[in-house]
T-cell receptor
Framework: GAGVSQTPSNKVTEKGKYVELRCDPI?????LYWYRQSLGQGPEFLIY????????DSGLPNDRFFAVRPEGSVSTLKIQRTERGDSAVYLC???????????FGPGTRLTVL | AQKITQTQPGMFVQEKEAVTLDCTYD???????LFWYKQPSSGEMIFLIYQGSYDEQNATEGRYSLNFQKARKSANLVISASQLGDSAMYFC???????????????FGTGTRLTIIP
């Protein structure tokens, strides 16, 4: 079956621009997670959705970052006024319920020039 | 303090040998889970093995086993009979529940780059 997919695979933008990153979880998975992985580091948690609601957004670095999951399936991570420090790979994961194994997507590599 | 510590930034191992990747963790919770993920150059995180804090037996999955030493707060990954395809980054991660079973985020270490030599 289809795994977690993320689009685009690569995104290059200029400082100050707005970007949207999309995640399609595995069908039927109610839990969805966003992580950010900087070069040479492990992934860092950003936000976790259970259904349509954000159950934990404690990892969002500041108010330029926002994520939605309006129908409990696809999620979009939105970054306003991008900064060079936002450059990283953004990983999405999903799981059956909140405590199941997390399946990761291939990531979106964001480069802010 | 770091919640997950992986002290080996890189390792080189001869094909067919066993390899141990170190992981120590820091938590005051009684309920937690420990995970190992593999990240090949393609970038996707692949789940390998899980150990719950209350599991009395060490977890095993095929060639992977987790050497869980609760008192030492270590959860080392052992790969037996290494193969060329095992070359990748390996991350140890923890999920803490404590009294909050809604805490589902994973905290990752900085990883170990494993290279298998033919």
């Amino acid at each position: 079956g289809a795994g977690v997919s993320q689009t685009p695979s690569n995104k290059v933008t200029e400082k100050g621009k707005y970007v949207e990153l999309r995640c399609d979880p595995i069908s039927g998975h109610t839990a969805l997670y966003w992580y950010r992985q900087s070069l040479g580091q492990g992934p860092e948690f950003l936000i976790y959705f259970q259904g349509t609601g954000a159950a934990d957004d404690s990892g969002l670095p500041n108010d330029r970052f926002f994520a939605v999951r309006p129908e409990g399936s696809v999620s979009t991570l939105k970054i306003q006024r991008t900064e060079r420090g936002d450059s990283a790979v953004y990983l999405c994961a999903s799981s059956l319920g909140g405590s199941g194994e997390q399946f990761f997507g291939p990531g979106t590599r964001l480069t802010v020039l | 303090a770091q919640k997950i510590t992986q002290t080996q930034p890189g390792m080189f191992v001869q094909e067919k040998e066993a390899v141990t990747l170190d992981c120590t963790y820091d938590t005051s919770d009684q309920s937690y889970g420990l995970f190992w993920y593999k990240q090949p150059s393609s970038g996707e995180m692949i789940f390998l093995i899980y150990q719950g804090s209350y599991d009395e037996q060490n977890a095993t999955e095929g060639r992977y086993s987790l050497n869980f030493q609760k008192a030492r707060k270590s959860a080392n990954l052992v790969i037996s009979a290494s193969q060329l395809g095992d070359s990748a980054m390996y991350f140890c991660a923890m999920r803490e529940w404590g009294f909050n079973f809604g805490n589902e985020k994973l905290t990752f270490g900085t990883g170990t780059r494993l290279t298998i030599i033919p």
